[in-house]
Structure formats: structure tokens, C-alpha cells
């Protein structure tokens, strides 16, 4: 597989550090708000390579981590925590605002068919991982103390902007423009590992340390976290763009001055969603949720088909014009594919031709436009419908784009019209299709979970010995 790194910026063979294993660490939301459509666009694509990986045959272990400390409003040391910002907005406290959009993420994730990582971890839970690597640091002279806070010190150095050639003064102006500089970096690339000391006295969440009461700084929490779980030799580190610098450039200093070796040999950044002013931001207060695509009548699925249309690696611009030919092309692609039935054999030549299709186009640094292209090339083929309903079924374990069952609640629909619940009564065909593959696979508990928690939204299951169905309960 070729995968586009940015820290040699070119395709490069994919090779893990170990045959048959991938370690992935993506950096997760910072949950002071909703996710914003441009956040999930980066999850989807990170999902689309975390599927990818494991349909091409990889045992892959994922990790993110939940920011709920630390990320300061500036790059430059000096803002608020963004959690603090968002507690005070909401009038609650850190930890309730924490766990209501940690739980609003997962949801938006589950809408968009976004397979939760094996291990989640909110920053607050390992910050003596963090006291240790920054004892480390100090120890080694890689940091040092300053005004009450420990920093990085960026002039140890051999090469520090690892993946872009910055001059220093170009920093001053354009990455940290308008924002005051602090006065106890020794460098100006020199970053907070912990703070004693800021502006920001009223911080809610401390912990004691050899430095006195404070809290991290946002750029060590995903190092340590990735090395808790994934050990010293990272293959594959996610995020968007815009945590290029100065987040993965300072994740690299601190993560390889800690081990002495390198730590992360793939860098996967996806390119922002802009809206036809700029791009889409949190800070801004101005962005578009997934709930409100639903009020407005998108399936979560549109908006998934919509992403998957274009490269990972181009900016993509979010308008509803753009999404209304994605809902049309959607629907009529259910269309076409619930008009096909399962009848003769799968066509094992014709099967193989075209799955090789679908496979270059992702193992072209993961493709996904000429991935969907494959799908409706298997519309035109000349084979039976159980040839192509299988080749749907194979492309949809990776795309998850609910193909089939879509198509089915479209075949059970009382006319030829989508129900108005379509997106819902597609949501439960696709949990009842991944209830049915954990029994296969006999994880029952995840069987047993899927059928929890579609129990508490109202919905039982019935099995039957043709398969499973479903009733609503009236609430
Ligand atoms: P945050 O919650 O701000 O920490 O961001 C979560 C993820 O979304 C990070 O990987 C960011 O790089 C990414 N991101 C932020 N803005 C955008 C955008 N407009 N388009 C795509 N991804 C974004
Ligand atoms: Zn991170």
C-alpha cells in the first residue's frame, strides 16, 4: 500500500515495524464544544485508513485521546484552557462539559459510521504518565524551568520543524500572529510541557507535581499516551492539518528527545473543510454540526458519501449545494442497488477482477473517489445480482456507506419514496448487520451490547430464523 507521509512529503511503500501489525494514534477531539462537520470529515478519512488497514489484512491497535486539559486558546503558551472557556460559557464544570461532548462526539461517530478506537483516553486520566516523561525531560536537559513552568527547550535540537522548512521570523508573524510572547522561553519555538503559572489563575483542574500545583500542556498528553499503549515505535500518526504545527512537530521533539530513537515513521494528515469563507473552526463559534445536517434533512450517510468523493489530501469546500448532489447521487444509487436480487452464484472470475479494482484504488493512498467509482462500476457489470450484492457487501465493509442496508430500507419502504425515517430505520439495519457479523465472529458481548443499546432506544430485537428484525416500542 503507498501512503502519502508527510515528513518525507511522497508516497512511500507502507511497512509497518512489525509484519502483520499496525499501531495507529489519532489525536482526538478537544471536547470544550460539538464536533464540527470539518472534525468529523478528519475522523471518516482516519476511519476509511483504519478499515482499510484492517481489510488488507493488518491486526491494527488504535488509540485516541480525549483533550479535556490543556489546549490553550493560542499556540503561543499564553491563552486560556479551552475547556475553562467552554465550562464558563455553559456555566458547568469542566468534567460535566467533558463528558457531554465526549458523549456527543461518540454519537456523531456512531451516526458516521466511525469505528471507535480500541483504547479512548481522556488526557485527565494519565497525568502521572506526563510527570514522568517530564522529570525525563528536565534530566535529560531537554527542558527547563521557567517562571514557575516547564518548557521545552526547542535549541537541543539537531532539526526541530520537521515537517515544513519554517524560518523563525515567518513563525512570529504568521502562525502566532496577534499573540504576546512569553517572556520565559529561553527560544521562541519553546513550548509549556507544565504550567504553574499562567495569566489563567483560575484553572479548575490541578495536580501536584515536582513543579508545584499545575496542569499539562496540551502537546505531551498525546506522546505519553501514545507511548502508554503503542510502546516506543509508533507506525502511523493521525490528525488534521493544522496540528502539523505546532502540536505533531512538538509531539516529535519531545516523543524522540524521551526514547533517543525515532518514534513515528508515518505521518497521515488530512486536509481541511472549508466553508466558501475559510475554514471551519470551533473558535470561530460559526460551524455546522452533523445534528444540524439531520435537521435538515441529510442522512449522516449524504454527508459520509459527500467526504468520500474526494481525496483525503485536498481541501474540500462544504456548501449545500455540494451536499444536495451528494443526497441525490446517494439515493439513487440505494435506488439502483435495491433493485438487485440475489439470484444465481456468485461469479468467482468477475468477483476477483473487480474487488482488484477497488483495491488499487485504496492502496493508492487511499483513493476513496475511485473507490465509490468501483462501487458503480459493479452496477454496470454484466454479472448477476448475487455477484454484485456481494461485491457491495466486500466495498461497503470498508466504505460503510449503509449500501445495503439502505437499499433494503428503501425495498421495505411502503412506496418507491424514502421514508421520512429512512436515516433511522438505516441506522438500525446496519446495527443489526454488525450484530449479526459480532456472532459470527462469536463476540458475544459485543452482540449482547449492539442489542442493549438499541433496547434502551426503544428498539427490540426479534430474531427469527431468518434473520433479525426489529420493532420500534411506542415511548
Ligand atoms: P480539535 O477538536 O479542535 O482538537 O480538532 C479535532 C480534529 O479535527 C483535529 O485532528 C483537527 O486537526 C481537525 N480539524 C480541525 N478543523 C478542521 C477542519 N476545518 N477540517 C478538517 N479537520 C479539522
Ligand atoms: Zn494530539
Given amino acids: ?54 481489510y488488507a489484512g493488518y491486526r491494527v491497535t488504535r488509540v ?38 465526549t458523549d456527543c462526539f461518540f454519537d456523531d461517530c456512531r451516526k458516521l459510521n466511525i469505528r471507535r478506537p480500541e483504547v479512548v483516553q481522556p488526557a485527565t486520566g494519565c497525568v502521572e504518565d506526563f510527570i514522568k516523561v517530564i522529570s525525563s525531560l528536565l534530566e535529560k536537559g531537554y527542558a527547563y524551568l521557567a517562571g514557575g513552568n516547564v518548557y521545552f527547550d526547542t535549541s537541543k535540537l539537531k532539526q526541530y520543524y520537521v515537517f515544513h522548512n519554517f524560518e523563525e521570523e515567518d513563525l512570529a508573524v504568521g502562525v502566532r500572529e496577534g499573540v504576546e510572547e512569553d517572556g520565559n522561553k529561553r527560544n521562541k519555538a519553546d513550548f509549556v510541557l507544565w504550567f504553574t503559572k499562567s495569566k489563567f489563575d483560575d484553572q479548575e483542574l490541578k495536580w501536584e507535581s515536582p513543579w508545584g500545583l499545575g496542569y499539562p500542556g496540551w502537546h505531551i498528553e498525546c506522546s505519553c499516551i501514545s507511548m502508554k499503549y503503542l510502546g516506543e515505535k509508533l507506525d502511523i500518526h493521525c490528525g488534521g492539518i493544522d496540528n502539523a504545527f505546532p502540536h505533531h512537530t512538538n509531539e516529535i521533539a519531545q516523543s524522540e528527545a524521551y526514547l533517543g530513537h525515532k518514534w513515528c515513521n508515518y505521518w497521515f494528515h488530512v486536509l481541511h473543510l472549508n466553508t466558501t469563507t475559510g475554514k471551519m473552526s470551533k473558535s470561530s463559534g460559526e460551524f455546522l454540526t452533523l445534528s444540524l445536517l439531520e435537521q435538515k434533512g441529510y442522512d449522516p450517510m449524504v454527508y459520509r458519501f459527500f467526504c468520500l468523493q474526494s481525496h483525503y489530501r485536498k481541501s474540500l469546500v462544504f456548501s449545500f449545494e455540494n451536499l444536495d448532489n451528494a443526497k441525490t ?14 439470484d444465481g452464484a456468485v461469479d468467482q472470475a468477475a468477483f ?21 467509482t468501483a462501487v458503480y462500476d459493479v452496477l454496470k457489470l454484466p454479472a448477476g445480482g448475487a455477484t454484485k450484492l456481494a461485491l457491495l457487501r466486500e466495498f461497503d465493509s470498508v466504505l ?28 438500525i439495519e446496519a446495527q443489526i448487520e454488525a450484530r449479526r457479523a459480532a456472532k459470527a465472529a462469536k463476540n458475544y458481548a459485543e452482540a449482547d451490547r449492539i442489542r442493549s443499546e438499541l433496547a434502551a432506544r426503544g428498539v427490540t430485537l426479534i430474531d427469527t430464523k431468518d434473520g433479525t428484525t426489529y420493532r420500534v416500542e411506542p415511548r
Avoid: W
Fill in 400 to 427: 460503510q456507506l449503509n449500501l445495503l442496508e439502505g437499499a433494503k430500507a428503501l425495498q421495505n419502504a411502503p412506496t418507491g419514496e424514502p421514508a421520512a425515517d429512512d436515516g433511522f430505520a438505516r441506522e
Fill in 64 to 101: 485516541m485521546n480525549i483533550t479535556d486539559v490543556g489546549h490553550l486558546t493560542s499556540d503561543a503558551d499564553t491563552g486560556e484552557d479551552k475547556m475553562l472557556k467552554g465550562a464558563k460559557r455553559e456555566h458547568k464544570s469542566v468534567m460535566e462539559i467533558a463528558k457531554f461532548y
Fill in 329 to 342: 447521487a446517494y439515493a439513487k444509487l440505494l435506488a439502483r442497488i435495491a433493485q438487485l436480487s440475489e
Fill in 1 to 54: 500500500m503507498q501512503l502519502y507521509n508527510s515528513l518525507s512529503h511522497t508516497k512511500e511503500e507502507f511497512i509497518p515495524n512489525e509484519a502483520g501489525k499496525v499501531s495507529l494514534y489519532t489525536c482526538g477531539p478537544t471536547v470544550y464544544h460539538y464536533a464540527h462537520i470539518g472534525n468529523l470529515r478528519t475522523y471518516m478519512m482516519e476511519d476509511i485508513l483504519d478499515r482499510y488497514l484492517r
Fill in 352 to 372: 476477483e477482477a473487480q474487488k482488484a479494482n477497488f483495491v488499487k484504488a485504496l492502496d493508492n493512498d487511499l483513493n476513496t473517489s475511485l473507490a465509490v
